[in-house]
């Protein structure tokens, strides 16, 4: 079964600073995709960016990107430029029915 | 992007009755859609995939008679509750899936059951 590990359960991330998001997973299969999901506290799930393993370039989504490492099987999430609007849960997910990690509180200082 | 859109946002039932949560894909077919279920502060738990025209798959650990999913159309998605008791009290969110990696959400349902 596939697993997903979010290993941070809060970070903190001054305004304007990159925060890194780390998240790990294990599979089996050679083809799939991952996610990162913000959850603010309005509960609504909006996906923040989306990765194709069999694609090698890491995606990229304005101030998100993420550091894809197929054989360390480790998907982590970068924001830049972080803003106040950025402090959400965030999870890390796989697959096409969402298993997925058990989230990291991000706040952001102003 | 697509809509999926949840009903009813917010519910409050007594124990012992029975609720309904639809999930409804507004501009898109769905011939899949998933069912969590969110503890406060915690992830999302799959809890069933819902296929049109056949019969729910239930992870491990759902009891089927208690969450009974229908998916009669390509549109549309039901989650009953029943006989729901206080432990049943959780957020529930449904997904659909689009094309091949694209899962959109619905608002998520808050069912209170006093």
């Known amino acids: 079964a596939q697993t997903v590990t979010q290993s941070q359960p809060e970070m903190s991330v001054q305004e304007a600073e990159t925060v890194t998001l780390s998240c790990t997973y294990d599979?089996?299969?050679?083809?799939?995709?991952l996610f990162w999901y913000k959850q603010p506290p309005s509960r609504q799930m909006i996906l923040v960016i989306r990765q194709e393993a069999y694609k090698q370039q890491n995606a990229t989504e304005n101030r998100f990107s993420v550091n894809f490492q197929k054989a360390a099987k480790s998907f982590s999430l970068k924001i830049s430029d972080s803003q106040l609007g950025d402090a959400a849960m965030y999870f890390c997910?796989?697959?096409?029915?969402?298993?997925f990690g058990a989230g990291t509180i991000l706040r952001v200082k102003s | 992007g697509a809509v999926v859109s949840q009903h009813p946002s917010w519910v409050i039932c007594k124990s012992g009755t029975s609720v309904k949560i639809e999930c409804r894909s507004l501009?898109?077919?769905?011939?899949?859609m998933f069912w969590y279920r969110q503890f406060p502060k915690q992830s999302l738990m799959l809890m069933a995939t819902s296929n049109e025209g056949s019969k729910a798959t239930y992870e491990q650990g759902v009891e089927k008679d208690k969450f009974l999913i229908n998916h009669a159309s390509l549109t549309l998605s039901t989650l009953t509750v029943t006989s729901a008791h206080p432990e049943d009290s959780s957020f529930y969110i449904c997904?659909?899936?689009?094309?091949?990696?694209?899962?959109?959400f619905g608002e998520g349902s808050r069912l209170t059951v006093l």
């Open positions: 501009d898109f077919q769905a011939t899949t």
């Open positions: 997904s659909a899936n689009g094309l091949p990696g694209e899962l959109f």
């Open positions: 599979t089996s299969e050679s083809d799939y995709y």
């Open positions: 997910a796989y697959g096409n029915k969402l298993v």
